[in-house]
């Protein structure tokens, strides 16, 4: 089993940065992509994010390119989504998610899952509120 647990959200205005932490549990961590979800108020939950289990791959939805960066400390069990430029429709309550690593393929656990259904772990979720 895998426990996830987010932390690092709030209310700040347009234009700010906020860094969001996930500290996993589990000794598969390291050898895991992890990715960041956001759900928005009345809408579907969607990829923001994601790395593969080394950090050398990432994955970044259009919509956050150039203002968001995720990274991981595996010594740490950690993945982390640094948040810049933040604007009002970034709102939404942020998940951090993993994969059951015995049901990938050795492609996959190599490669940066973008799928909702990839993933098999999810946080609690974080509140990030953007202000005009």
């Known amino acids: 089993q895998v426990q996830l647990v987010e932390s690092g959200g709030g209310l700040v205005r347009a234009g700010a940065s906020l860094r969001l932490s996930c500290a996993a549990s589990?000794?598969?961590?390291?050898?895991?992509?992890m990715g960041w979800f956001r759900q928005p108020p009345g809408k579907e939950r969607e990829s923001v994010a994601a790395i593969s289990w080394s950090g050398g791959n990432t994955y970044y939805a259009d919509s956050v390119k150039g203002r968001f960066t995720i990274s991981r400390d595996n010594a740490k069990n950690t993945v982390y989504l640094q948040m810049n430029s933040l604007k009002p429709e970034d709102t939404a309550v942020y998940y951090c998610?993993?994969?059951?690593?015995?049901?990938?393929?050795?492609?996959?656990?190599?490669?940066?899952?973008?799928?909702?259904?990839?993933?098999?772990?999810w946080g609690q979720g974080t509140q990030v509120t953007v202000s005009s």
């Open positions: 998610a993993a994969p059951d690593i015995g049901a990938l393929t050795p492609v996959q656990a190599m490669g940066v899952p973008t799928d909702i259904y990839d993933y098999d772990y």
């Open positions: 589990g000794r598969t961590f390291g050898r895991s992509p």
